[in-house]
């Protein structure tokens, strides 16, 4: 038998070619297809059968995620806009009793309201800022006839506590008007976490952070003031929670980018695998593909010396 040659772009000889009776050399014996009615093989093996189905359910799953954080980010776009709406229809608006507002959500975060009663304990919230100024809100608590306290902050002083005198609050019954807010949080929106304040000051308008610092139920809301009190600066209304273009905002978005890249990473795996396994088989078809061989242990000298003495000579 002769080595041949396949006519192929690397010209690989695949060893002696076999022949019939009469010498005659037979033609090499053809590959086995790579496809079977149109499919590649390998795509019908189990552990492509795993990687297709991961496929399948990894991409709507990603592009599903995607397409929810971006829903969410639109909606606080949404709710961002139709604040800043309702805010300046509430500057027109007539306003109402509080106890038709209570209790405080996105739709009635900003109204005007009403409220009459008579001003008690006075504190201070600092760390708070205006107009690119630090300083303190004045927060003084309005008991109501239905006796609970409201908070209302009656204005905003520059400065650090105590570096100026705060205005005493008006004795007697008074009526107040302003726009309602909803009790903040602690860590949100710039509103500090910390305690250990002195005495006489908050970190939060809330009935939480309230509850220890007075001895009577507070409303889970609070009031600032349309004018400012006793030449005090008007402390402007703010959004309503989870209605502003925050960093949770961004952050849906960012997640919405993240789960898109995810789906196009799987897709492009799938490729990159897929392109390796066809790859692979036309290296064997051409006979590039490394030959899995056993070696012949070499025979040591030791060993040939001494079967050449035993060897009987004739």
Known sequence: ?????????????????????????????????????????????????????????????????????????????????????????????????????????????????????????????????????????????????????????????????????????????VTVTGALQASENPGENGVSARGGLPAGQTAAISAASLVNLVPYEVYDAWVTLNEGDSGMRAVPVSAAPDTGLDLKAFQNLGYTGEWFVFAGFVVFMWFRLFRREVEFLRDAEMGLAPAQTSPVPAQAPSDAAHDTDSTPVR
């Not at 090499?28 to 149109?38: D, M």
């Not at 006075?122 to 006839?145: A, F, I, K, M, W």
């Not at 306290?149 to 570096?163: M, T, Y």
């Open 1 to 173: 038998m002769t080595p041949y040659c396949l006519p192929s772009p690397a010209f690989r000889c695949r060893g002696p070619q076999p022949v019939d009776n009469f010498g005659t050399p037979r033609p090499a014996p053809a590959p086995a297809p790579r496809t079977f009615g149109g499919v590649y093989r390998f795509l019908l093996t189990p552990r492509w059968w795993g990687i297709n189905l991961f496929v399948l359910l990894a991409i709507p799953f990603c592009v599903f995620m995607g397409s929810w954080q971006l829903s969410r980010f639109e909606a606080r776009v949404e709710d961002h806009r139709s604040a800043e709406e309702r805010a300046a229809a509430d500057e027109r608006t007539v306003a109402r009793p509080l106890s038709e507002l209570l209790p405080v959500d996105k739709e009635t975060s900003g109204d005007q309201t009403t409220v009459s009663g008579r001003y008690g304990e006075q504190l201070l919230v600092p760390d708070r800022e205006l107009d690119g100024e630090r300083g303190s809100y004045v927060l003084t608590l309005l008991h109501t006839d239905g006796g609970k306290a409201l908070p209302v902050v009656r204005g905003w002083l520059p400065g650090a506590p105590g570096a100026v005198k705060v205005p005493e609050p008006p004795r007697g019954e």
